[in-house]
């Protein structure tokens, strides 16, 4: 079949500024295997440019597939424009199936297909497996139900099969690295970029986090395979930075061990940026020389609040100390740490963001990323905000950098007030600008000083589109009426809980000895 994947362009900031792309790696994961199964497949990314509707249209229209696979790696804001853009591509090419894939639709699939006639079918889950198996069953002719992990119309109404199973294999698919040229594509400051995932999932249960309800299971790549393929990158491609898409790449303390060892055994020069649990850095204490040795520059630690009974609530696991000691032993070894901080929690007043502020300086991290908590329907968390009333109806605003939620004894424009001001005096403290300006290392100081370079940009940006631009709901819905019922338990097609708990925001210990 001649089939069509389009990366759609996304109004984000994470996509608009800075002016670098990263390759669609969720695209390429499932383009990869349809090559293999011997279609004609072709990639589109919008994201370049970025391209207009009518051009992507007519270089669709252009090209004249029999199918066209839509995928978006910012999932909720990303989803408006696959609904505009795949309705003007009916329009042009009203033959072509028009297939829907990735982490919204996956969850959502049941009220995108009773509204938006345009899309056939919604592939639910990791698609390695289903979407070669989804064409097969089109090119037949075939009835879909025999197939599991996807969603369709049965009539006029939504149907979903039972779960594809989990991959447990994960080399077993190939990535369509030669769908795109990576010469164009760049981070880090204008290197060249790939995405990859060594591994999938996480074993902690964050009560916020969408990620692991949706790879359910953590898993990992063959550790050499996965170092020889950056290998090959590097010297077949002249890739330089690797964007770790992994939610907790260093879960198994052996099988990460292994990778670096395989990696500087390899001998590329390899920049390696991440997000990892600070419990693992502790953790590996003692051999974080040797990701140092193989590359790495960043890691974030999602340490999400500064408040114990926040962090409680959400299950976060990890502890105060832990968090502190990661980012001084990232320092001791010449890695950049990048601290998170979510705002937007119901109970939330001044004097929390003051003192998440004076936490923040204690911790002293080099780079901060603030975001504002965002829930999914397929979350705990859901649940527990259901009845907050929602301040910010536009999904392409969804983006974990606008408030969406109400909160309580804070109006939103002093929320906004707090998190630039907590931006401005962690970036703009001494210490942080010497290790800019100053720092021994000079890929330290020049990671350092891209990160300013885009921090100028969003700052003001996100100051201006606040006052300027976003409209916010007076008196909105209450979440659960915005997003209907939440699908976690209650969604029969879906998969089930991810890892077990056997106390609360702390993995099973038996299931991290299986992966460790
Ligand atoms: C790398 C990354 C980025 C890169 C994107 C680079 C790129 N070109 O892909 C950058 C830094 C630019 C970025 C920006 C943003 N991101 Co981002 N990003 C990620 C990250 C870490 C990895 C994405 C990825 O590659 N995953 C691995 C691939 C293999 O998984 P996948 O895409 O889900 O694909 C699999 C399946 O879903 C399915 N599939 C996917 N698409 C399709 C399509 C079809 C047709 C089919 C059949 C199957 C299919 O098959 C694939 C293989 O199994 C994820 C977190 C994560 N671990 O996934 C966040 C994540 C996707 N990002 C997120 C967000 C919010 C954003 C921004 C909005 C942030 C911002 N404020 O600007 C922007 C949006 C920009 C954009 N273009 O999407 C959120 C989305 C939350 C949500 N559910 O709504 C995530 C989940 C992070 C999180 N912790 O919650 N991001
Ligand atoms: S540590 Fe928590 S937030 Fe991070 S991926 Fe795991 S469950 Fe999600």
């Known amino acids: 079949m001649r089939i069509l994947l389009i990366n759609p362009p996304h109004p984000s900031i994470g996509s608009r500024i800075p002016d670098e792309h990263l390759p669609p790696l969720g695209l390429l994961a499932v383009g ?22 009518h051009q992507i249209v007519a270089q669709a229209q252009a090209y004249a ?10 999932s909720t804001s990303g989803h408006p424009v696959v609904v505009e853009l795949t309705r003007q591509l009916r329009i042009a090419i009203p033959e072509a199936w028009i297939i829907y894939g990735g982490v919204f639709p996956t969850f959502h699939w049941r009220e995108i297909l009773a509204e938006q006639p345009q899309i056939d079918v919604i592939v639910r889950g990791e698609g390695e497996l289903t979407a070669p198996a989804l064409i097969r069953l089109l090119e037949q002719h075939a009835p879909l139900r025999s197939l599991p992990g996807i969603a369709f119309r049965q009539g006029r109404i939504p149907f979903a099969t039972p779960p594809a199973p989990l991959i447990d294999d994960l080399d077993a698919y190939r990535i369509g690295w030669e769908l795109v040229d990576l010469s164009r594509y760049s981070y880090w400051g204008g290197r060249r970029a790939v995405v990859v995932q060594f591994s999938r999932g996480c074993p902690h249960c964050c009560t916020y986090c ?9 898993r990992q790549r063959n550790p050499q395979k996965f170092a020889a393929e950056l290998a090959w990158l590097y010297h077949t491609h002249g890739v330089e930075v690797i964007d770790f898409a992994d939610e907790d790449p260093t879960a198994s ?17 390899l920049t390696l940026i991440g997000s990892t649990r600070a419990d693992d850095i502790v953790r590996d204490a003692e051999f974080l020389p040797l990701y140092k040795q193989a590359g790495v520059a960043r890691f974030l630690l999602g340490i999400e609040n500064y408040n114990e009974e926040t962090l409680r609530k959400l299950r976060k696991g990890g502890s105060e100390s832990k968090d502190r000691q990661a980012i001084r032993l990232l320092r001791k070894n010449g890695i950049i740490s990048m601290a998170t901080y979510v705002v937007g929690f119901e109970e939330e007043r001044d004097r929390d963001y003051w003192r998440g502020l004076r936490q923040l300086l204690a911790y002293d991290p080099d780079q901060i990323q603030t975001m504002y908590v965002t829930p999914h329907r397929w979350t705990d968390y859901f649940h527990t905000a259901a009845q907050r009333q929602v301040i910010q109806p536009d999904l392409r605003l969804w983006d974990y950098k606008h408030q969406v939620l109400t909160t309580r004894f804070v109006p939103p424009w002093r929320v906004l007030w707090w998190v630039k001001f907590i931006e401005a005096v962690m970036q703009l403290r001494p210490r942080a600008l010497w290790r800019a300006m100053a720092h021994p290392d000079p890929a330290f100081r020049k990671a350092m000083q891209w990160y300013y370079g885009i921090g100028r940009l969003v700052w003001p940006y996100e100051l201006w589109r606040f006052m300027m631009d976003d409209r916010r709901l007076k ?24 890892a077990p708990v056997a106390v609360a925001g702390i993995a099973d210990p038996a299931y991290r000895t299986r992966v460790s």
């Open 475 to 498: 008196n909105g819905p209450t979440l659960a009426e915005f997003w209907a019922a939440p699908v976690d338990e209650a969604e029969p097609a879906l998969p089930g809980k991810p």
């Open 65 to 74: 597939p029999e199918a066209i696979l839509v995928g978006h790696s910012g």
């Open 210 to 218: 969408g990620q692991r309800v949706f790879w359910k299971r953590w």
């Open 32 to 53: 990869g295997p349809l090559v293999d199964a011997g279609h004609a497949v072709r990639l589109l990314d919008a994201e370049f440019g970025p391209l207009p509707f």
């Open 253 to 269: 303390k052996a099988a990460w061990r292994a990778f670096l060892e395989a990696l500087i055994a390899e001998h590329v020069p």
